[in-house]
């Protein structure tokens, strides 16, 4: 049974920094590319961040760039989200996900496996 478990969300006060985790089991990691997406309340899911499966391909939401990072550790099977200059527009649920053949690393209907969600609060 595949999981992803993410880990690390919380309450930060504006210009601080998450750094979240996205445990992965019952597949093969380095078979899968990654994705943060995220969820306000009264807003359709966004994508946040992409990695490739190799890890060489990052793909970044424009209102993200030069603030977040993501990256993998195949050894772990875990990705994280390291967030730094936290804005109260970033407050929603993040989610991770998986997907294993191609598509579209924007598009969340591409990706085959979904975490629970964590929640982020960004307060001004």
């Known amino acids: 049974q595949v999981q992803l478990v993410e880990s690390g969300g919380g309450l930060v006060q504006a210009g601080g920094s998450l750094r979240l985790s996205c445990a992965a089991s019952g597949l093969t990691f380095n078979n899968y590319a990654m994705g943060w997406f995220r969820q306000a309340p009264g807003k359709e899911r966004e994508f946040v961040v992409g990695?490739?499966?190799?890890?060489?391909?990052?793909y970044y939401a424009d209102s993200v760039k030069g603030r977040f990072t993501i990256s993998r550790d195949s050894a772990k099977k875990t990705g994280y989200l390291q967030m730094n200059s936290l804005k109260p527009e970033d407050t929603a649920v993040y989610y991770c996900?998986?997907?294993?053949?191609?598509?579209?690393?924007?598009?969340?209907?591409?990706?085959?496996?979904w975490g629970q969600g964590t929640q982020v609060t960004v307060s001004s």
């Open positions: 996900a998986a997907r294993f053949r191609g598509g579209d690393a924007y598009s969340a209907p591409d990706y085959d496996y």
């Open positions: 990695v490739s499966r190799s890890g060489v391909a990052l």
